[in-house]
Protein backbone atom coordinates (compact mmCIF):
# COMPACT_ATOMS: atom_id res chain seq x y z
CA UNK A 1 0.00 0.00 0.00
CA UNK A 2 1.40 3.38 -1.43
CA UNK A 3 2.47 6.11 1.70
CA UNK A 4 0.41 8.89 2.42
CA UNK A 5 2.37 11.92 1.02
CA UNK A 6 2.82 14.91 -1.47
CA UNK A 7 3.63 12.22 -4.18
CA UNK A 8 1.17 12.22 -6.97
CA UNK A 9 0.51 8.20 -7.78
CA UNK A 10 1.63 7.32 -11.02
CA UNK A 11 -0.20 3.83 -11.07
CA UNK A 12 -4.03 3.79 -12.14
CA UNK A 13 -6.32 2.29 -9.57
CA UNK A 14 -9.96 1.92 -9.47
CA UNK A 15 -12.75 2.23 -6.70
CA UNK A 16 -16.70 1.54 -5.99
CA UNK A 17 -18.77 1.59 -3.31
CA UNK A 18 -22.65 0.03 -4.20
CA UNK A 19 -25.20 2.07 -1.78
CA UNK A 20 -28.69 2.08 -1.20
CA UNK A 21 -31.25 4.38 -1.75
CA UNK A 22 -30.73 6.29 1.54
CA UNK A 23 -29.98 10.25 2.06
CA UNK A 24 -27.24 8.95 4.64
CA UNK A 25 -25.39 7.13 1.92
CA UNK A 26 -24.43 10.75 0.56
CA UNK A 27 -22.28 10.87 4.01
CA UNK A 28 -20.92 7.55 3.42
CA UNK A 29 -19.63 8.25 0.36
CA UNK A 30 -18.00 11.61 1.04
CA UNK A 31 -15.84 9.87 3.72
CA UNK A 32 -14.80 7.05 1.96
CA UNK A 33 -13.75 8.91 -0.84
CA UNK A 34 -11.95 10.94 1.99
CA UNK A 35 -10.09 7.85 2.62
CA UNK A 36 -9.68 6.97 -0.78
CA UNK A 37 -7.68 9.88 -1.92
CA UNK A 38 -5.58 10.27 1.31
CA UNK A 39 -4.16 6.56 1.48
CA UNK A 40 -3.20 7.35 -2.50
CA UNK A 41 -1.28 10.18 -1.21
CA UNK A 42 -3.93 12.69 -3.00
CA UNK A 43 -4.83 15.37 -0.06
CA UNK A 44 -5.05 18.27 -2.71
CA UNK A 45 -8.06 17.53 -4.25
CA UNK A 46 -9.78 15.69 -1.60
CA UNK A 47 -11.75 18.81 -0.67
CA UNK A 48 -13.10 19.88 -3.97
CA UNK A 49 -13.34 15.83 -4.77
CA UNK A 50 -15.41 15.21 -1.87
CA UNK A 51 -17.81 18.37 -2.87
CA UNK A 52 -18.13 16.88 -6.53
CA UNK A 53 -18.92 13.05 -5.38
CA UNK A 54 -21.68 14.85 -2.72
CA UNK A 55 -23.17 16.82 -5.30
CA UNK A 56 -22.99 13.42 -7.63
CA UNK A 57 -24.30 10.82 -5.14
CA UNK A 58 -27.28 13.34 -3.64
CA UNK A 59 -28.68 13.57 -7.21
CA UNK A 60 -28.79 9.56 -7.52
CA UNK A 61 -30.01 9.22 -4.35
CA UNK A 62 -32.51 11.78 -4.71
CA UNK A 63 -33.83 11.40 -8.09
CA UNK A 64 -33.88 7.59 -8.37
CA UNK A 65 -35.74 4.95 -6.77
CA UNK A 66 -32.93 2.05 -7.17
CA UNK A 67 -29.53 1.75 -5.82
CA UNK A 68 -26.82 3.54 -6.28
CA UNK A 69 -22.93 3.78 -6.21
CA UNK A 70 -19.70 5.86 -6.05
CA UNK A 71 -16.84 5.01 -8.95
CA UNK A 72 -13.28 6.43 -8.33
CA UNK A 73 -10.73 6.01 -10.51
CA UNK A 74 -7.52 7.46 -11.37
CA UNK A 75 -5.25 7.40 -14.36
CA UNK A 76 -2.90 9.52 -16.13
CA UNK A 77 -2.67 12.15 -13.50
CA UNK A 78 -6.39 12.71 -13.66
CA UNK A 79 -9.17 11.94 -11.05
CA UNK A 80 -12.39 10.50 -12.24
CA UNK A 81 -15.41 10.11 -9.77
CA UNK A 82 -18.62 9.12 -11.19
CA UNK A 83 -22.47 7.88 -9.41
CA UNK A 84 -24.31 5.78 -10.93
CA UNK A 85 -27.78 5.12 -10.39
CA UNK A 86 -30.05 2.69 -12.24
CA UNK A 87 -32.70 4.84 -14.01
CA UNK A 88 -31.26 5.50 -17.50
CA UNK A 89 -33.52 8.84 -18.50
CA UNK A 90 -30.46 11.57 -18.43
CA UNK A 91 -29.67 13.99 -15.71
CA UNK A 92 -31.50 17.90 -16.13
CA UNK A 93 -28.87 20.40 -17.22
CA UNK A 94 -27.02 22.11 -15.35
CA UNK A 95 -28.19 25.83 -14.14
CA UNK A 96 -26.27 28.49 -15.32
CA UNK A 97 -23.22 29.45 -13.37
CA UNK A 98 -24.25 33.00 -12.09
CA UNK A 99 -27.53 31.39 -11.10
CA UNK A 100 -26.36 28.87 -8.92
CA UNK A 101 -25.73 31.27 -5.41
CA UNK A 102 -29.56 32.35 -5.52
CA UNK A 103 -31.08 28.64 -5.87
CA UNK A 104 -31.40 26.42 -2.61
CA UNK A 105 -32.15 23.51 -4.47
CA UNK A 106 -30.89 22.10 -8.39
CA UNK A 107 -27.36 23.74 -7.76
CA UNK A 108 -25.89 20.35 -8.03
CA UNK A 109 -24.76 20.14 -11.37
CA UNK A 110 -23.85 23.48 -11.84
CA UNK A 111 -21.55 22.67 -8.83
CA UNK A 112 -20.19 20.07 -10.61
CA UNK A 113 -19.29 21.84 -13.94
CA UNK A 114 -18.17 25.25 -12.15
CA UNK A 115 -15.58 23.03 -9.89
CA UNK A 116 -14.30 19.98 -12.06
CA UNK A 117 -12.01 20.42 -15.39
CA UNK A 118 -14.33 18.25 -17.49
CA UNK A 119 -17.75 16.77 -16.51
CA UNK A 120 -20.62 14.38 -18.23
CA UNK A 121 -22.75 11.13 -18.43
CA UNK A 122 -23.58 8.49 -20.33
CA UNK A 123 -26.27 5.49 -20.48
CA UNK A 124 -25.12 2.30 -19.52
CA UNK A 125 -26.91 -1.30 -20.39
CA UNK A 126 -23.60 -4.03 -19.79
CA UNK A 127 -22.79 -6.96 -17.22
CA UNK A 128 -26.71 -6.76 -16.17
CA UNK A 129 -26.45 -3.20 -14.97
CA UNK A 130 -28.55 -0.63 -16.74
CA UNK A 131 -28.49 3.35 -15.62
CA UNK A 132 -26.35 5.81 -16.05
CA UNK A 133 -23.22 7.32 -14.69
CA UNK A 134 -22.57 10.95 -14.19
CA UNK A 135 -19.27 11.76 -13.92
CA UNK A 136 -16.73 13.88 -13.32
CA UNK A 137 -12.52 15.04 -13.73
CA UNK A 138 -10.08 16.71 -11.54
CA UNK A 139 -6.54 17.12 -12.69
CA UNK A 140 -3.65 16.50 -9.91
CA UNK A 141 -2.51 20.21 -9.20
Known sequence: MPETGTTTPTDPWEY?????????AVTVSRRTLRLIL????????????????????????????????????????VLRIGAWDADPAPPEPPVPLERVAELEEGRGLGLVRACSDLWGWQPLAREGNRGKVVWCELAAA
Open 38 to 77: TMHGLNGLVDVAELLAAELVSNAVRHTKGPAALRVRWAAG
Open 16 to 24: SLYIPNDPR
